[in-house]
Antibody, heavy 118, light 107 residues
């Protein structure tokens, strides 16, 4: 059974950076992409970007283009999302998901709560 | 970016009712439309992919239809466990976008 397990909750100051990890187990890591999605409290889902671990190819939502970096380590089957220059409105649950493109995101991590506060 | 608009934003229905949620894209997404269910405090679950294909393990009371710009998610007979927020998502563009969500409440 494929599982995506994310790193724990983070408390950050405005202007700092956060790096969230997402480890895949129980299945191949490099046969699909990994998408990152966030959800601010009381709000809907927002796609941040995606990475294809096999090729390292990344795609970012225009809104996050200048502040987000997605990476993947095939040796540990772990994907990472780093968001810089944090603001209070970056407070959200951040999810990773196994992304099959046209077939949707079929497995999701448990979410990582990032709180940005001075 | 392709904008996805869902209607209604919220919906109240009784157990056993047939429920439909619509999703409209600002431009064609052909059949690259997915539906997710999210219960409070949980990660989303994929229900429908490719506009009409039922994800493995999802109850058959869920179905999807549509193509181009207009899509519908239908629950044929509402069950108590269907209390959730439902989101559409387009994967036609490399810049994925989600609808704003439809909150389904049980009367």
């Amino acid at each position: 059974q494929v599982q995506l397990v994310q790193s724990g909750a983070e408390m950050k100051k405005p202007g700092s950076s956060v790096k969230v990890s997402c480890k895949t187990s129980g299945g191949p890591f490099d046969s699909s992409s990994i998408s990152w999605v966030r959800q601010a409290p009381g709000h809907g889902l927002e796609w941040i970007g995606g990475i294809t671990p096999l090729t390292g190819t990344t795609t970012y939502a225009q809104k996050f283009q200048d502040r987000v970096t997605l990476t993947a380590d095939e040796s540990t089957s772990t994907a990472y999302m780093e968001l810089s220059t944090l603001r209070s409105d970056d407070t959200a649950a951040y999810y990773c998901a196994r992304d099959w493109g046209a077939s949707g995101c079929d497995k999701w991590g448990q979410g990582t709560l990032v709180t940005v506060s001075s | 970016d392709i904008q996805m608009t869902q209607s209604p934003s919220s919906l109240s229905a009784s157990i056993g009712d047939r429920v439909s949620i619509t999703c409209r894209a600002s431009q064609t997404v052909t059949h690259y439309l997915n539906w997710y269910q999210q219960k409070p405090g949980q990660a989303p679950i994929l229900l429908i992919y490719g506009a009409s294909s039922l994800q493995s393990g999802v109850p058959s009371r869920f179905s999807g239809s549509g193509s181009g710009t207009d899509f519908t998610l239908t629950i044929s007979s509402l069950q108590p466990e269907d209390l959730a927020t439902y989101y559409c998502q387009q994967s036609y563009s490399t810049q994925y976008t989600f609808g704003q969500g439809t909150k389904l409440e049980i009367k």
